[in-house]
């Protein structure tokens, strides 16, 4: 983080990629690089809290969400809060009431940065490669092009390893070949 700070990433990005994180790993693994991360900023003189980045609220969180998915990932997702089995269709509407109502209208970070993010969320994840195929498919949509990720996956090895690696390269391409 300090280098990234010395590269020019500012205090809201870094927080913006914090936050990203909870709805894709969960606050119990990411409640300690938000400590981690206001320690750091607070020892580089950063005044914290930061300025809210919140645009929604409580009344409009679900409709913006679901706006903020048609955006990304095409008209398909208009009403997928309501889909599923009655006893599940909960879990769609926080989809798009919390995870994209609630993170991706946030300002500090664009669609395009928010849907890399969360590919490098869910390709260092494994396990979910469902919604790295889908998140992959949506990076491709809004201008994050196959080789572009190609190049995150590939600079991200050492991190995650070749079997996740292999396997994100398997999500992207199948994501490319469904959008041909």
């Known amino acids: 983080m300090p280098a990234a700070l010395n590269f020019g990433v500012t205090p809201v990005e870094i927080k913006e990629i914090v936050y990203q994180a909870v709805a894709y790993l969960g606050i119990g693994r990411v409640f300690p690089f938000l400590k981690a991360t206001n320690k750091v900023l607070e020892e580089k003189g950063v005044t914290l809290p930061l300025e809210g980045q919140a645009t929604t609220t409580i009344d409009n969180r679900r409709e913006t969400g679901t706006q903020a998915q048609v955006d990304i990932f095409g008209e398909g997702m208009r009403d997928f809060w309501q889909s599923g089995a009655k006893e599940s269709t909960h879990i769609n ?76 390269l398997r999500c992207v391409n199948e994501a490319a070949d469904k959008l041909k």
């Open 93 to 168: 509407y926080w989809l798009a009431d919390n995870c994209f109502g609630d993170y991706y209208t946030r300002t500090g970070l664009d669609y395009k940065q928010r849907e890399l993010i969360t590919f490098c969320f869910l390709a260092a994840q494994g396990g979910v490669e469902p919604q790295l195929t889908s998140h992959a498919a949506a990076n491709m949509k809004i201008g994050n092009d196959k080789a572009f990720l190609i190049a995150v996956i590939s600079n991200s090895l050492p991190f995650i390893g070749y079997p996740r690696s292999l396997n994100a």
